[in-house]
């Protein structure tokens, strides 16, 4: 069958908008992405990507040489050569947990100045509810008067470190539609990538992505309660969340239990969703529960370490990982950010490394940490170590290696890397989450 090429344009480069635009391209349609951050966007034009993500910048690249991906700062251009066009920019919680939407109000403006024909305006970043309809005033208002459009709203699944795969190869697709034009054009433009299409209305698909996110984050937090309720009594959370997960309706996914979510989405979208909740006129305790129990699981940790490390001012702490999880540079709400500062306030000298989030990690915090190349460089005489990010890496190092370049053999592990029988074996005073120690 001969597959409908479009001509797309995407605003905004982030995670989301980079992903999402180097994948339409590579399933065949033109694409140009478009960002107002010139260093971004010349970074692009020379073939690397701004972010770290597998498999990433061989496929910018690949798309790029082929004609189908280009970069611009130029988004009226943009917009006048592209059937669809996709606002993929951030969308920030204000202090308040209510979602800045300055961004989104700002590209829809000149998406609409720069309308010549018809076109679809998709918003792909994840909005709260009636955003869609916001965006549509906005384009009905500044557009030219007898252009048409359409609104859609698309939100993406995709996750950092995966985030290709799960572009092309996602669960579902979620398209949110107000009319039967806008629906035929959708499915053509993903009809490339083999998965279920669910149609609904706007507003649904809005709520889809910010449930779904709160489902995961509650599922995470849900496991780390419990894993402090088997701490407690030495039973072991790793045993309780597979057979948990081996029950059909449970599932497996997001029960490991750790040192709580970070990212760029499950804390602001957690915020986000309570607030759309409030204006609502409904008051969503569940989910404020499942930030203050994320929160409180760092202070646990940390509480663990100060109690188990003796006099720790003055102390060697090495740090594996600093990436808010494995397989990305991205430091956006780390727990590694509030366990190493309070490590800092206790007078602890931090020693850290992470295969790729270093130089994020530098802006961070500065010169108030060492920066290590390599695992075993931070470990050497230390009196302490901390394992904050699961890096498929540190499962390799062996264990007599660890002991041998240590001052003190204690590891307080935020991931459960490690099994506590054979770190006992080994001679290690080992902490880990919701398991005997
Ligand atoms: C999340 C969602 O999983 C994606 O579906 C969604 O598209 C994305 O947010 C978004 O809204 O853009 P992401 O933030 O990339 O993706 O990362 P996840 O893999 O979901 O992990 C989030 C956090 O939860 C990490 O800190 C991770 O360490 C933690 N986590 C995850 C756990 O502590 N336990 C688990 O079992 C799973």
């Known amino acids: 069958m001969k597959i409908k090429k479009f001509k797309i344009c995407i605003v905004g480069t982030g995670y989301v908008g980079l992903v999402s ?18 260093e971004k966007i010349k970074m692009l034009q020379m073939g690397s990507s701004p972010i770290y993500e597998p498999g990433l910048e061989k496929m910018i690249l690949k798309n790029k040489r082929a004609g189908k991906l280009s970069f611009t700062t130029d988004i009226a251009q943009a917009v006048k050569k592209s059937d669809i066009v996709f606002i993929a920019v951030h969308t920030p919680t204000k202090e308040n ?114 449930a779904c996110n709160a489902f995961l984050a509650t599922k995470i937090s849900f496991i ?78 940390l509480d663990k370490i100060i109690k188990n490390v003796p006099d720790i001012k003055g102390k060697s702490i090495a740090i594996w990982g600093l990436s808010f999880k494995p397989d990305t540079d991205d430091m956006r709400e780390a727990p590694s950010v509030d366990i190493i500062n309070g490590l800092i306030a206790k007078g602890a000298i931090i020693k850290s490394f992470d295969p790729v989030a270093i130089e994020k990690a530098k802006v961070i915090f500065k010169d108030k940490i060492i920066y290590c190349e390599g695992a075993k460089e931070a470990l050497k005489d230390c009196d302490a170590l901390i394992i904050l990010t699961e890096w498929e890496h540190f499962k390799k190092i062996k264990l007599e290696e660890i002991k041998k370049l240590m001052k003190f053999p204690i590891i307080f592990d935020g991931r459960n890397i490690f099994s506590p029988q054979k770190m006992i074996k080994a001679g290690f005073n080992y902490y880990s989450i919701g398991r005997k120690t």
């Open 21 to 38: 635009g180097t994948c339409f391209a590579e399933i065949g349609h033109n694409v140009i992405c478009v960002d107002n951050n010139k």
């Open 97 to 210: 947990g209510e979602t800045n939407l300055q961004y989104v109000e700002n590209v829809s403006k000149e998406v609409a100045k720069a309308m010549d024909k018809y076109k679809v305006i998709v918003s792909k970043s994840t909005m709260p509810v009636k955003t869609g309809q916001r965006i549509k005033e906005i384009i009905a208002k500044f557009c030219p008067r007898n252009i048409t459009f359409d609104i859609v709203s698309n939100p993406e699944f995709l996750k950092e470190g995966t985030a290709i795969k799960d572009f092309l190869e996602p669960d579902r697709i979620v398209i949110g539609i107000e009319n039967k034009k806008a629906e035929a054009i959708m499915r053509n433009l993903y009809e490339p990538i083999k998965a279920p299409i669910i149609f609904t209305d706007i507003e649904s698909a809005e709520i889809i992505k910010h």
């Open 224 to 301: 780390n309660a419990i894993a402090n309720i088997c701490e407690k009594n030495n039973a072991n959370v790793q045993e309780v969340a597979m057979a948990m997960g081996l029950d059909k309706r449970i599932g497996p996914d997001f029960l490991k239990a750790g040192i709580g979510f970070g990212g760029s989405c499950f804390p602001k979208d957690v915020s986000a969703f309570i607030n759309v909740a409030k204006k609502s006129g409904y008051d969503f305790n569940l989910l404020k529960e499942v930030k203050k129990i994320n929160k409180k699981q760092r202070e646990i940790f």
